[in-house]
C-alpha cells in the first residue's frame, strides 16, 4: 500500500500540535485540581505566586521549583497521541480541526478528575457550548463526513441517559459528568447513533475494567469512588476513532 505524502504530514502536524498544547497543561490542572468550594489555585506548591498568560498556561507548574519544573511530559505525549491517531483517522475533513481544538481541554478535564474527583463547570459548560458551534461550523464545509442535526441530537441524549443514572446512584456517577456527557455526546452523534453508542459503551467497559482492577489490586470496595471522566473521555476518543475510520471507507 502506497502511503499518503499528504495524510503523514496531517498526522506529523497533529502530532506537534498534539504535544504543545498538552506540554501548557500543567499549570491549569494545578490551578484548578481543588475541592470543591475552595478557590483555584494562584500559586505553586513551594508559595510562589503563578504568573504569565494569566498564571493558566505554562510548560511548568512554576519555573522556580525544580520539584513541579518536569510534569509536562505525560500530558504532552497523551494529547499527542491522541491528535496523531485522529489526524490518522479522520483525515483532511473539516470535522479535524474541531476534534483537535477539543483535545486539549479533554486532556485537562480528565487530569482534573483523576486528580480531585472533579470535573469543573469552568471547564464542562463552556464545552458543552463550543462542540455543537464549532461542528456547525465544520458542517458548513463540503467536505465534512458528519451529521450536525444528530450531533445536536446526541449531546441532549447522552446527557440525559448520564442524568438518569445520577438520579438512581448518586454516590457512584458525579452531575460533573452528566454536564461532561453534553458536550461528549455530540461529538460522538456527529458521527450517528452507532458510533454514539459504541462511544458511550466502551467508556463504561473502560471504566469497568478499571474498577475491576482497582477491587484485584487494592481490595477496594465495590462502592469506591472512581474519576468517571477519563474513562467517558477515552470512550468518546475511541468512537471518534471508529467513526472517522468508517467514514473515511466510504
Given at each position: 500500500m502506497t502511503e499518503d505524502p499528504g495524510l503523514v504530514s496531517?498526522?506529523?502536524?497533529?502530532l506537534v500540535w498534539g504535544a504543545a498544547a498538552g506540554a501548557l497543561l500543567p499549570r491549569a490542572v494545578h490551578r484548578l485540581a481543588v475541592e470543591p468550594g475552595e478557590p483555584w489555585r494562584a500559586a505553586c506548591p513551594g508559595g510562589h505566586p503563578l504568573a504569565g498568560a494569566g498564571g493558566w498556561i505554562g510548560?511548568?507548574?512554576?519555573?522556580?521549583?525544580?520539584?513541579t519544573g518536569g510534569?509536562?511530559?505525560v500530558p504532552a505525549a497523551v494529547t499527542a497521541l491522541a491528535c496523531g491517531a485522529l489526524a490518522a483517522a479522520t483525515g483532511a475533513r473539516p470535522e479535524l480541526a474541531v476534534w483537535l481544538l477539543l483535545a486539549p481541554f479533554a486532556a485537562l478535564l480528565a487530569a482534573v478528575d483523576l486528580a480531585v474527583r472533579r470535573l469543573p463547570d469552568q471547564?464542562?459548560?463552556?464545552?458543552?457550548?463550543?462542540?455543537p458551534l464549532l461542528l456547525g461550523a465544520a458542517a458548513l464545509v463540503p467536505a465534512h463526513s458528519g451529521s450536525w442535526p444528530t450531533a445536536l441530537l446526541g449531546g441532549p441524549a447522552l446527557g440525559a441517559c448520564y442524568f438518569?443514572?445520577?438520579l438512581i446512584n448518586p454516590n457512584g456517577l458525579g452531575f460533573g459528568?452528566?454536564?461532561l456527557a453534553l458536550p461528549l455526546g455530540c461529538a460522538l452523534g456527529w458521527y450517528g447513533w452507532p458510533v454514539l453508542l459504541a462511544g458511550a459503551f466502551a467508556g463504561f467497559l473502560f471504566?469497568?475494567?478499571?474498577?475491576?482492577?482497582?477491587?484485584?489490586?487494592?481490595?477496594?470496595?465495590?462502592?469506591?469512588?472512581?474519576?468517571?471522566?477519563?474513562?467517558?473521555?477515552?470512550?468518546t476518543l475511541a468512537g471518534l476513532?471508529?467513526?472517522g475510520l468508517s467514514a473515511s471507507g466510504q
Open positions: 496531517l498526522i506529523a502536524v497533529a510548560w511548568t507548574v512554576c519555573g522556580r521549583c525544580p520539584r510534569r509536562a511530559a471547564l464542562t459548560l463552556p464545552l458543552a457550548a463550543a462542540t438518569v443514572l445520577f459528568d452528566v454536564k471504566g469497568a475494567v478499571y474498577g475491576v482492577g482497582l477491587m484485584v489490586l487494592t481490595r477496594a470496595g465495590r462502592k469506591a469512588a472512581i474519576p468517571f471522566g477519563p474513562f467517558m473521555i477515552a470512550g476513532l471508529v467513526g
